[in-house]
């Protein structure tokens, strides 16, 4: 059975800094893309970054030059560095991978969330 969790939200101040941790475990063939989506209050879940096996990386606008989405394949990790967090960041933070399970089809898994809350 393969699990995503994330980890690392918590409270900060505006300006501040987060790194947020994304593991996949279980019986894992190979991993292609991985994604940060966010969900904010009354708001529709939206991409936030993401990257390709290969460490290609794309990032939405607002993420630009302020987040850092990285990975560690040897061990189904990928992070996402957020700098000079602002207020309008607060949401909660979803870990999604393209994971092919052992002996499985391919499919997006989504981890429960981490709660991140900038204050002004």
């Known amino acids: 059975q393969v699990q995503v969790l994330e980890s690392g939200g918590g409270l900060v101040q505006a300006g501040g800094s987060l790194r947020l941790s994304c593991a996949a475990s279980?019986?894992?063939?190979?991993?292609?893309?991985m994604a940060w989506y966010r969900q904010a209050p009354g708001k529709q879940r939206e991409l936030v970054a993401s990257i390709t096996a290969g460490g290609s990386a794309n990032y939405r606008d607002y993420a630009k030059g302020r987040f850092t989405i990285s990975r560690d394949n040897a061990n189904h990790m990928v992070y996402l560095q957020m700098y000079n967090l602002r207020p309008e960041d607060t949401a909660i933070y979803y870990c999604?991978?393209?994971?092919?399970?052992?002996?499985?089809?391919?499919?997006?898994?989504w981890g429960q969330g981490t709660q991140v809350t900038v204050s002004s």
């Open positions: 999604a991978a393209d994971i092919y399970p052992e002996g499985g089809p391919v499919r997006l898994y």
């Open positions: 279980g019986s894992i063939f190979t991993i292609n893309n």
